[in-house]
Every structure is written in structure tokens, then in C-alpha cells.
């Protein structure tokens, strides 16, 4: 290969690609693993095996990555492999990259046109037996949990109609069932969403589709234990524009924002739709029922973050200047005639949220989710935004008491994900990725959950330098 990466903020400094697959025998540890953790950290990471087609493409369109890290007894093994996607495969055989803008087939070359082209980059999802590396623009590849090979394209053996699948499946502890969607499911720019459960021993048991107002970015949505929520931003994509070499994503605030709200287990024939101003958001930290009142609790902006949306967009906007009023509570009443919904402020604002398992869907009042505080650090750019978060924090959402932690001035963190104690009382742990840029290198820090102040029980050396991933999941045992 004699090309180099684009001198743009996606490929160079702490995003530079890494390209690695290893197997690392017994991490060196500071401080003490607890014993009682005994299970498998998936993280999925976008990683361009070779030089972009196009200058400007985003971190986002990184051939997957998905890595393992394997705690049992005090000690952690890591391991590392490419998701051996038909789009990576034809890259290899080729030698350079054949696929061109963002989530655009019209771009790529035309020894490709009409094969598979999604990256599998995003999540790492654990249902039914099955480990599955999704991306939002195609089906996901089903992965080998031991030795990350990868075994095929997953659509449950051609039953499942749509033609993408949300790196954000919502699972429910208590039924074992996992609800996913998948929008643009009968083609690029169409409204057409799926709607999908797997029941608990991984069989696909319904599948319904709509239309939603208009083809939106639709990266997450929520489930209580009562309903259905799908939030509608207005990041939106045309067909027109796709075909003349354009931008998947425009930000039109012009649009609005829609949420649409059903009760479970009714069909898509009752979402409700509420129309509102226009606001982006990609993730919720948890949402719950209160009889016809639905509450989703998350960091809403008032314009979209990522930067090649925003130039698509012909807009430049700060993060300074993108965010709303924080950590809040939209509350909406079904019984309502009139729609519209209240907000409550919880604590600043944030992303990458999550909540112990336990508490998913339900009334809960402890949540885990990052921050950037200037006291804490300086910006320092890593991931597909521009500057990551320098600090995580738990937040009592009933009362609003606020507990951070900031692993230094010159770090930023990355996803943290949640491990349950099996000790009564115990809130468990969090796990995550610290990106070192004094040193252009990586460690592990576990902190527990309910102590995060304290800072890490142990620290994990790693031998080179991790790309910011997108999301990971923790499966125990
Ligand atoms: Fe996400």
C-alpha cells in the first residue's frame, strides 16, 4: 500500500488507523481485578483498513474492528480482529478502497455496485447465543464469541424482511426479549422502519413495519416496559441527492423533530405521533411509564454534532454553542389531546448514557454517562465528533446528585459499560477505555460504580494505542 490517510481530524493524531489484530496473553494489572468478575468486554471499533476513496470521509465508514476482553479470576486476556465483511473482502482482494462516501453506493467503484457495503462498526450485541456486529445501514455479521471469526451476514436465515438492522437493540431482562428496528428498511432514503423481537431463545417472533414523517437518522429508541418510543430528528437523506454524489445526512430544521410513542404489544397501527422543534440526539439513558405518561430521560442538542453532517449541512457551529439544556426529562402524556410534552432538568448535559440492565425500561435513579468539564482537561480530539469527553458521571436522576470522575488533564474516555456485582448491595462496575494523549497511548480503568469519585481499583497496561470505539457490550460469564 502506498497511499496514506487524509489529513483530516478522522485519520490523523490519536485517530490515526490502527489496523491491528492480536491476541494479548494476561494484561499487566495495577491494582486488583475483583474476582468476582467473570466475563466478556466486546467493543466494536471503526478501523479503515485501507485509505478512504474519498478525502473526506468520516471515522464513521472504518471497516469494524471488534475486540475482546476476557476478565475471569483476577487477570484479562485481549484479543482483536477485523469483522470479515463482504466490503473488507473485496477491499483486500483489490488492495485499496473500493467503496466511496458515507453510506453512499453511487459513489463506489463499479466492481461493486449492488454488493453488500455496511462496515458492522457499531455495536456489539449479545441475544439468543449470538454475538452480532451491527451497523444501522445494513444487516449485521454474526461473530464467533471466543475466537472473533466471523461467520456470515445474519438475517435469521432470510426470515427477517428489512434490509438493516439498529446498532441499538433494546433488551428486557425480564421477558428475554430484545426489540430492534431498522429504518430505511426497503432501501436508501425510504420512510419504510421495521419494527422487530427476538424472544429469549433467539427466534424472530414479529416484524411490522410504518412509515415514519420523513427518512431520518434514526440511531436509537427506547422501550418501557409499557411502550414503544421512536424519536425522529430532523437529519435527513434524499434519493436525489444520494444519486448525485451527495451527503446520506442533511440537517433540515425546517422539518421538526417528531416522537412517536405506541403501547407494547400493540402494534405499530397505535404510534402516536408529537410533533416538536427541531433537535438531535443519538442516545437515551433510559426511559419508563408512569401509567399514560412515558418519560425519556437524555441530552437532546439543538443542532446536529457530527462535523461532516454539519458540513453537508452548509452550517459550522461550536459544541459550545450545539448544546441544549442539558441531562432533562421529556415527559409525554397519552392522555393529552393536545400532545406537547414537559421537561424537568436533571444534571449537565452528555452522552454515551447508560444504566445497569437491571433498571432498563423502568422507574431507576441511577445513571452513568460522560461529560466534558474544562477543569477537568484540555479538548483533545479523538472519535468521529472532534473532542471526546474528559470526565464520566453518575447521576441520582431523583434527586440530581452528581458523583465524577476525571482520569487526568490530558485524557479522554472512552464508552464505559456496566458490570453487575453479585454482591447484594453493590452497584457493580464500570469498565472503559482511556485514551492517554501525552503519550498517544491507551489504558483500561475499572472504577466501581457506586464510588466512581474513588477512582480506579485497577488499571490496565495496554501495549499500543486503542482507536476510540463506538460502543461495547459486557456479557457475563
Ligand atoms: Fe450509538
Not at 453510506?103 to 450485541?125: H, L, Q
Not at 428498511?185 to 412509515?211: K, M, P, Q, Y
Not at 453493590?426 to 491507551?442: I, N, P
Request: hydrophobic share 35%.
Amino acid at each position: 500500500m502506498t497511499h496514506s490517510y487524509p489529513e483530516v481530524f478522522d485519520f490523523q493524531g490519536f485517530n490515526a488507523p490502527s489496523r491491528i489484530e492480536c491476541d494479548i496473553y494476561d494484561l499487566i494489572v495495577e491494582g486488583t481485578i475483583p474476582q468476582e468478575i467473570d466475563g466478556s468486554w466486546f467493543r466494536a471499533i471503526p478501523d479503515h483498513q485501507f485509505p478512504p476513496k474519498f478525502a473526506k470521509d468520516t471515522y464513521l465508514s472504518g471497516d469494524g474492528m471488534v475486540s475482546l476482553l476476557r476478565i475471569q479470576n483476577g487477570h484479562a486476556d485481549f484479543k482483536q480482529r477485523y469483522v470479515m465483511t463482504e466490503r473488507l473482502k473485496n477491499d483486500r482482494a483489490a488492495r485499496r478502497a473500493l467503496h466511496g462516501l458515507y453510506r453512499n453506493p453511487y459513489t463506489d467503484d463499479p466492481s461493486v455496485r449492488g454488493k453488500d457495503r455496511t462496515v458492522a462498526n457499531t455495536t456489539p450485541v449479545w441475544h439468543g447465543g449470538r454475538l452480532l456486529m451491527t451497523k444501522e445501514d445494513g444487516l449485521p455479521y454474526e461473530v464467533d464469541p471466543q475466537n472473533l471469526e466471523t461467520k456470515a451476514q445474519f438475517n435469521y436465515g432470510g426470515r427477517l424482511k428489512s434490509q438493516t438492522f439498529t446498532a441499538h437493540p433494546r433488551l428486557d431482562d425480564e421477558s428475554g426479549e430484545m426489540f430492534f428496528f431498522g429504518y430505511e428498511a426497503s432501501g436508501l432514503a425510504t420512510r419504510d422502519v421495521a419494527f422487530g423481537i427476538e424472544d429469549r431463545n433467539g427466534d424472530l417472533v414479529h416484524e411490522e413495519w410504518f412509515e415514519v414523517p420523513f427518512c431520518s437518522l434514526m440511531h436509537d429508541f427506547l422501550v418501557t416496559k409499557e411502550h414503544i418510543v421512536f424519536p425522529v430528528w430532523p437529519m435527513t437523506c434524499d434519493l436525489e441527492r444520494l444519486k448525485a454524489g451527495g451527503a446520506h445526512w442533511v440537517w433540515e430544521p425546517d422539518k421538526g423533530s417528531y416522537i412517536g410513542i405506541m403501547p407494547r404489544g400493540a402494534g405499530v397501527a397505535h404510534l402516536r405521533w408529537f410533533h416538536l422543534e427541531p433537535r438531535a440526539a443519538f442516545h437515551y439513558l433510559n426511559a419508563h411509564s408512569d401509567g399514560n405518561r412515558v418519560n425519556i430521560d437524555f441530552a437532546p442538542a439543538r443542532v446536529v454534532g457530527f462535523p461532516f453532517i454539519q458540513e453537508a449541512s452548509g452550517i459550522s457551529v461550536p459544541p459550545e454553542k450545539m448544546g441544549g439544556r442539558g441531562l432533562v426529562r421529556w415527559t409525554f402524556d397519552l392522555n393529552r389531546p393536545a400532545g406537547g410534552y414537559e421537561e424537568a432538568i436533571l444534571g449537565p448535559g452528555g452522552d454515551m448514557p447508560c444504566v445497569a440492565r437491571k433498571d432498563a425500561g423502568k422507574d431507576y435513579d441511577i445513571g452513568y454517562y460522560q461529560t466534558f468539564m474544562p477543569q477537568n482537561g484540555t479538548p483533545h480530539i479523538v472519535g468521529p465528533v472532534g473532542p471526546g469527553f474528559n470526565t464520566i458521571a453518575r447521576i441520582e436522576v431523583k434527586t440530581g446528585k452528581l458523583s465524577t470522575y476525571a482520569p487526568g488533564p490530558e485524557c479522554t474516555v472512552q464508552e464505559h459499560v456496566h458490570i453487575p456485582s453479585k454482591q447484594a448491595g453493590h452497584e457493580g462496575y464500570l469498565l472503559f477505555v482511556v485514551d492517554l494523549h501525552d503519550r498517544m497511548a491507551s489504558e483500561l480503568q475499572l472504577l466501581e460504580a457506586g464510588k466512581i469519585e474513588d477512582g480506579p481499583v485497577a488499571r490496565l497496561q495496554m501495549p499500543f494505542r486503542l482507536r476510540c470505539q463506538v460502543h461495547g457490550t459486557w456479557v457475563p460469564g
